[in-house]
């Protein structure tokens, strides 16, 4: 059974992350149930067990909020529910909440339970101002955050900087803890071709044949550096004529969209709204630069796997998860500088032949280190190794 206390599926970060796994789960002979809010998208030839909704709240569940209280009380009554009907071999647990529900089916029923963990517990609700960096609520849910993070028997994080989080400042068992990269599937995300018609597209969004694009594909909030994104936009604009920034994502739209023509930059700033994940890569190919300016110190950053995918030459903050994902291919900026994120793209944009071959440099990282057939085999030794135990 797969645990995940997010509104699945919804086209970015983590529900990437949690498809990909439970696609490479079903190759290699598993039969995942995916338990999740009630909200999301249907995923063809994949079992999802819903919640039921509250009344008082239809939307779309993205990071902290005090709605996913009662989303994660009517999810721990519905997983107990299907459990009672079909016993797991494995429970896999996304996020923490997912982790602390999982905890007690897992006891239950006395099967293993692993740990996706996607970012510190306290940190993500900092980094959706959900709790402030001096409250004094800061140490119990550190508290709460440490008391989770040990409890699984297996844990998977997305980088080794997150290991080496959990390892030392969470006290967790280095022998539980196993690096399981974002994965990309290299096939969809691809370097564009003459016969890809980006000019068409382009067209449709209203942009010119002519321009270069700087292109970001996420989630719009601080924490995901939009504000500092549209920042560095404003400084481009003034010296590149022709340059136009296409921002795709969700949620905030409106929010930024309006920032972006107080700023004066409605005519050079594109929002498409929600991308589908199966239409990514075909958006992604206008771009000529790819930008990933999260300023989240705990968090993966999947997206910069599909753009390396994409062979697209990349500026992300200079952050420990950003370098192992890019390495020395990826063009670094001073984190939360936005200056300094308009120069590294500058840098690019003014140097094309250096920017191709990085590009091409990032495909091949991509394909060497971050598609499902290098990393479908360790999840299957996870997988046996906890089942085993059990």
Known sequence: MILAPTSFFADYGCHVRILNEVLALQRLG?????????????IDGLRIVRTPSIPW???YEVGSSLHKLAFDVLLSIR????TLRRKPDVIHAHLHEGALIGFFL??????????????SLASEMMDHGFLAPDSVLCRPWRNLEK??????????????HAARLLHHEFGC?????????DTVDTDLFRPRTAEDHVNDLKHSLGISPQSEVVIYLGLLAEYQGTTLLLKAAQELVRRYADLHFLVMGHPNVERYRKLAAQMGLSERVTFTGRINYPEAGRYLQIGDVAVG?????????GKLANYMAMGLPTVAFDTAVSHEYLGEYGKYAIEGDHVSLAEAIASLLD??????TLGMRLRERAMELYSWSVHEQELSRIYSAVMAKG
């Open 106 to 119: 897992s006891r239950l029923w006395r099967v293993p339970l692993i740990f996706d963990f996607q970012g």
């Open 351 to 356: 140097n094309p032949g250096r920017a191709a």
């Open 30 to 42: 598993h039969r995942p149930t995916v338990c999740t809010y009630h909200n999301g998208e249907g």
């Open 79 to 82: 997983s107990l529910a299907w």
């Open 293 to 301: 300016p999260k300023v989240s110190a705990t968090e993966g950053s």
């Open 173 to 181: 068992n280095e022998k539980k803890i196993h690096v399981l990269p």
């Open 57 to 59: 709240r239809h939307r």
């Open 147 to 160: 008391l989770i993070d040990r409890l699984p028997d297996s844990i998977i994080v997305s980088s080794e």
